[in-house]
């Protein structure tokens, strides 16, 4: 890197999106690290994170499937109410990929995740809850591992952007690079799309 007079970007600390303070129930660490799942739909995991603009914060939602990594769904929102990232990014996930019975759904314990709304929609499929221990992020390593590699390859290290050009540039991250072209080492440095062509996974996968 220094022949070619290449310099790294530095990751820096997340922003605290986690609000944990509720009256709603929290669940059991179902999950318990076990990141490996070996058909699609057997486990979601979940996260919210923010990213910076010129005009104050987004809020990216995630859903990532274990099974290939693939983000299948997200939502970038202006506020933090459970229509807005959970639900919104539930919603593009039920679309995107079958769900099938024994799903585990992981997240942090913040109230977009506990709050009846979000609860009563995903009990609804017969998904079987999964929160991390409080203040814990390795218990969702893969989802807290996305938002770095995010923030590392798009954000940190360029100019602050408007809300609406961050909006393009994070469709194009996930839709265009994360899911289609870049090289996953869970995946054998595979793609998403040569994984799952070399299992020959498609009934399930979108």
Not at 7 to 31: A, C, D, G, M, P
Not at 73 to 89: D, F, H, P, R, V
Not at 122 to 130: A, K
Not at 175 to 185: C, I, M
Request: glycine residues 4%; charged residues 25%; positive net charge.
């Amino acid at each position: 890197m220094k022949e070619l007079g290449l310099r790294s970007k530095l990751s820096r600390k997340f922003k605290v999106t986690t609000n944990s303070k509720h009256n709603y129930l929290v669940v059991e660490n179902v999950l318990e690290r076990n990141f490996i799942a070996e058909n699609p739909a057997q486990v979601w995991v979940s996260d919210i994170t923010y990213i910076q603009t010129k005009k104050g914060f987004l809020y990216l939602t995630t859903m990532i499937d274990l099974y290939d990594r693939k983000i299948i769904g997200w939502s970038l929102s202006n506020g933090m109410s459970t229509e807005e990232t959970s639900l919104a990014a539930w919603k593009m996930a039920f679309k995107n990929r079958k769900i099938i019975d024994g799903l585990i759904f992981h997240s942090d314990r913040g109230v977009q995740y506990a709050s009846k709304k979000f609860v009563n929609t995903i009990e609804f499929y017969g998904v079987t809850r999964s929160m991390s221990r409080r203040g814990n992020c390795w218990d969702n390593a893969v989802a807290e591992s996305f938002f770095k590699s995010l923030k590392t390859e798009l954000i940190y290290g360029n100019k602050l952007i408007s809300k609406e050009k961050m909006e393009l540039e994070v469709f194009e991250y996930i839709e265009v690079w994360y899911n289609k072209k870049r090289r996953h080492s869970t995946l054998n440095y595979k793609t998403i799309e040569e994984f799952n062509n070399q299992n020959k996974i498609y009934q399930n996968v979108a």
